[in-house]
């Protein structure tokens, strides 16, 4: 019998992390299904891309200890690949507090706004590359309902990159209420009828038929603008963009985003509306709500907003685990192609990702966000040595990704902090997210000293 005791414990430490990194390697081998190439993700080791693995996964643990620990969220998964080499892929703790579901790789979670790239976006870049869509066209030519509104003027690239001066956001349902509570006419109602046909997903309440043309379209319509033109993040126009992208293409929004990159890329568990094609128990929950859907949001979209556009919706709503997602963000560092097939072309991709007003103080790409213009570690979500042409979105239910061309690294961090209330924002107060990326911006730092 072997004495432990005897082993020094960095060695037996060694031992233990080879030992569990390979079989969590082969356990998601076996949970993908796409051929093995060295064009598209693969799984490898942090030592085949001059990592030091003791000190990658010592690191993430005790990170990620102390946010369940403090119940920053229940679980999540996190994924990273340099190179095409996904070198780490894990998942932690549980799909709700109760402990009883493990989080596996194979989960889906609740994206959140990380689908104004991964979807919107990623639809306006192979429009643009088709040549039928102009970012510089204004919002009253793509949207006529909107040309005399103070908004017409706007153009699609000043939307994009936020620095429009649009409103933030705007309370929908809230909205849609009378002092008393009560829904007004033509907008939700308690039950359903020929004129409310549509169930608001996860709740027991049902919209008007005409409810998004006439009353969402006509509050972002009338809505006010900031007096100056400056950097405010804002999804108001994203939730007009899926027509958009259907009036220019001729397919619908979804069948569009699947047919030239989900299904191709093989991401299978990407989509909106989950529970249509997957069971509730692969799927993590996110918030309950007490105050719109009076219901735990499980299968369906945590957005309140894209649930009344019922699940489908350019701003949030998309669905997917964590190497799904990278695909499409390696493609994007990879000048456009995976897999032998050519995606976006290359000069596209720069374009959108791209620093569209710096000069004005505004880091944001076209849809995509970017790293701060002068680093500040209380407001970033990223490393401090990410490339100033890295980019990606993070999502409000606690969701990231990011992709940095120059070091060829991908980023994927999926949890579901709003469980059971978007109130809790330990995940911002610890810096969970950039103390991840940190440590292997810093690991990388290191191996390229030591070359």
Known sequence: MINFTMIPTRILLSCIVLFY???????????????????TLHYSSPGEVGLDSILLHVGIDSIINQALD??????????????GKVFYHKSFGYHTYDSLRPVLPTDIYDIASITKIAATTLALMKLYDEGKFDPDQSLGHY????????????????????????????????????KNGRYRRKTIAADSSESYPYRIPGSSLWMHKDYVQKKIY???KKSSLYEEQSYVYSGLVFYLLPELVERLSGSSFQDYLSENFYQPLESQTMGFEPLKKFPASRIVPTEIDTFFRMNLLHGVVHDEGAALMLGVSGNAGLFSN????????????????????????????????RCQYCALDNR?????????????SIKTSVAKLASPESFGHSGYTGTLVWADPDNKLIFVFLANRV???????????LN?????????YNLIKEEKISE
């Open 21 to 39: 990194c390979q079989s969590g390697i082969m356990a998601q081998n076996v949970t993908d299904n796409s051929t093995t190439r060295s064009d």
């Open 218 to 220: 006509r509050m972002i």
């Open 322 to 353: 964590a190497y799904d997602l990278a695909k499409v963000f390696q493609l994007l560092i990879d000048s456009g192609s995976y897999g032998g097939k050519s995606y976006l072309r290359p000069e596209t991709i720069l374009e959108f990702t």
């Open 143 to 178: 949207f006529p309902f909107l040309a005399r509104s103070n908004k017409g003027h706007l153009t699609m690239r000043m939307i994009l990159a936020h620095q429009s001066g649009l409103k933030n956001w705007i309370p929908y349902h809230a909205e849609s209420r009378k």
């Open 364 to 376: 944001r790409g076209m849809g995509f966000d970017k790293p701060l213009i002068k680093y500040d």
């Open 70 to 83: 403090s119940g920053a969220f229940p679980g999540c998964q996190i994924l990273l690949a340099k190179e």
């Open 432 to 440: 969970i997210r950039p103390r991840i990326h940190d440590l292997v």
């Open 419 to 429: 469980y059971p209330t978007r109130t809790n924002r330990k995940i911002y107060e």
